[in-house]
T-cell receptor
């Protein structure tokens, strides 16, 4: 069975601080996808990044960066120089892939981390 | 290109009643997934429909059922509502058949069961 654990329930920082959100996953699949989503108070899930299990290259997108380490089953998310607009609930998620390497898209989510950035 | 829409936005029902939630997929998408998100929790997969057939189901009882229509809009039906069914219900649409396909989430329907 797949499982995603986000150990940090809530994080509070002051604007311009860097913050890292941790994510640890469990799966028996050799091919899988990892995701981060942002959920603002409006409730809609906003896609941030997708990573497949064969690509351990870290990624940077503006102030966001992701560190994928297969050896420790972790996919951590760092926001550099946080801003008040970053305040939201962040979810890490895992999706299995079928034998063809594609996925029908069932997502297993972690519990979420509530990030509050104070001015 | 229109996004994923859901209706209604909010709904209050009484225990034992039945409810139907609706989702309109993004234009051109042929797959829809439904998720239940209880307060303070991550979304949990209910089921997925692909070309009008159920294509995978999570750990939810049969009183949770769905439909997908030829225009790829979808319904989630819940019978015999229980208090624990109170949650945000999210649908996500995608276009299957071209390798990985992105899921686009709607804003959700918040269901309160009293």
């Amino acid at each position: 069975a797949q499982k995603v654990t986000q150990a940090q329930t809530e994080i509070s920082v002051v604007e311009k601080e860097d913050v890292t959100l941790d994510c640890v996953y469990e799966t028996r699949d050799t091919t899988y996808y990892l995701f981060w989503y942002k959920q603002p108070p409006s409730g809609e899930l906003v896609f941030l990044i997708r990573r497949n299990s064969f690509d351990e290259q870290n990624e940077i997108s503006g102030r966001y960066s992701w560190n994928f380490q297969k050896s420790t089953s972790s996919f951590n998310f760092t926001i550099t120089a946080s801003q008040v607009v970053d305040s939201a609930v962040y979810f890490c998620a895992l999706s299995e892939a079928n034998a063809g390497g594609t996925s029908y898209g069932k997502l297993t989510f972690g519990q979420g981390t509530i990030l509050t950035v104070h001015p | 290109e229109t996004g994923v829409t859901q209706s209604p936005t909010h709904l209050i029902k009484t225990r034992g009643q039945q409810v139907t939630l609706r989702c309109s997929s993004q234009s051109g998408h042929n797959t829809v997934s439904w998720y239940q998100q209880a307060l303070g929790q991550g979304p949990q997969f209910i089921f997925q429909y692909y070309r009008e057939e159920e294509n995978g189901r999570g750990n939810f009882p049969p009183r949770f059922s769905g439909l997908q229509f030829p225009n790829y809009s979808s319904e989630l039906n819940v019978n015999a509502l229980e208090l624990d069914d109170s949650a945000l219900y999210l649908c996500a649409s995608s276009l299957a058949g071209q390798g990985w396909y992105e899921q686009y989430f709607g804003p959700g329907t918040r269901l309160t069961v009293t």
